[in-house]
């Protein structure tokens, strides 16, 4: 899939693991062109998570048992169930190539930003339905402040360990996090440009919903 999309057009955000869907968010298309993908995730989306992930992240949400992130996704047998989207504003930004997506994160009712979100993944590839990955776990809160939080560290290791992330992609991790750390040590790149911050969507955008044939994979 070549074509790019335009700002405004509504796509599906996927994680996908050996050709199954893994997660689902619709998404409104910011800015789609051959050195940058900007895609926006707004509260009132219906997204399509897996039930392990609801038991994980949203302990209040159902069963008791939480499913583990790898026995899951090797097991090639899970469920999706719908989640509504809500709270934050969320501003994915991915460079072709970058084992990293940088989010930019808001209040969507009061517009304060939260600050940058570095989620480690597969680079992202086009699809029929919009643009997939894989999220590796490992994740970096960066706060307006620029102190830092390391996220899902041992569920990261925990993959590494059991051989589900593979040498090779431990590697481009290791290499995206030199990189991104020299980009806030040294405040550039998406961390030197203040207009992000205060970028807002159109008022004339609605909350996109997903497409027909979201679970498809090409």
Not at 22 to 32: G, L, N, Q, S, Y
Not at 121 to 132: H, I, N, Y
Not at 181 to 200: Q, S
Request: proline letters at 5%; charged letters at 30%.
């Amino acid at each position: 899939m070549n074509r790019f999309r335009q700002p405004g057009d509504h796509a599906v955000h996927r994680g996908v693991y050996n050709g199954k869907v893994w997660i689902a968010r619709p998404v409104t298309v910011v800015e789609d062109r051959p050195d940058v993908t900007k895609l926006l995730i707004v509260p009132g989306s219906i997204c399509k998570f897996t039930t392990g992930l609801k038991t994980r992240k949203y302990r209040d949400a159902g069963s008791g048992t939480v499913l583990d992130r790898w026995n899951e996704q090797l097991s090639m047998d899970w469920e999706l169930y719908d989640h509504t989207w809500f709270g934050k504003r969320v501003l994915i930004i991915n460079r072709p190539g970058d084992w990293y997506a940088t989010q930019l994160h808001w209040k969507h009712e009061t517009d304060e930003f939260l600050g940058w979100y570095i989620n480690f993944e597969l680079p992202l590839l086009r699809s029929s339905a919009g643009f997939d990955t894989l999220d590796l776990e490992v994740d970096l809160i960066v706060r307006p402040d620029f102190s830092l939080e390391w996220k899902d560290l041992e569920e990261y290791e925990s993959g590494v360990k059991r051989g589900v992330i593979t040498p090779q992609q431990v590697a481009q991790i290791e290499q995206g996090k030199g990189e991104v750390l020299d980009h806030i040590d040294k405040r550039k790149g998406l961390f030197e440009k203040a207009e992000l911050i205060n970028w807002k969507p159109p008022v004339k955008w609605t909350v996109p919903q997903l497409i027909a044939g979201w679970d498809k994979v090409n």
